[in-house]
C-alpha cells in the first residue's frame, strides 16, 4: 500500500534524528533504519498493531526502540500521522492533535 506522512509525521521523524544526531551519528542512523523499516511493514500490512483511536488509527512500535508509529489508512493508501517517543504522555489520536 502505498505510505505518506503528513507535515506533523514528517517533522517528528526529522527532530528525533536530529537530537540523536548530535550525540551519536551511528545511533540516529541504527533508528532511521529501524524506524522505516517499522513504516514499510505498515505500508505492507496495514492492519497491524493496535487500534489506538475511535477513528480507527492504529500504533506499533519500533522494534526495539522507545517509539511508537501513529497511522490511518485512507482512501487506499497508508498515512503516517505522528511519531512519538514512548517515554512521552501517551498520545490521544481523538483528542488533542497537536501532541503535547
Known amino acids: 500500500m ?3 506522512y503528513t507535515p506533523r509525521a514528517r517533522d517528528d521523524l526529522f527532530a528525533i ?3 540523536i544526531e548530535r550525540n551519536c551519528p551511528q545511533g540516529a542512523r541504527n533508528v532511521a533504519r529501524a ?3 517499522t513504516i514499510d511493514l505498515i505500508g505492507q500490512f496495514p ?3 493496535r487500534v489506538a483511536g475511535e477513528q480507527g488509527t492504529r500504533v506499533l512500535p519500533v522494534g526495539r526502540y522507545p517509539y511508537s508509529v501513529y ?6 493508501e497508508v498515512r503516517i500521522v505522528h511519531v512519538r517517543h514512548t517515554a512521552r504522555r ?6 488533542d492533535r497537536t501532541g503535547t
Open 2 to 4: 502505498n505510505v505518506r
Open 17 to 19: 534524528l536530529i537530537y
Open 35 to 37: 524506524l522505516y523499516k
Open 47 to 49: 492492519e497491524s498493531g
Open 71 to 76: 497511522w490511518s489508512v485512507e482512501r487506499g
Open 90 to 95: 501517551p498520545w490521544n489520536p481523538d483528542g
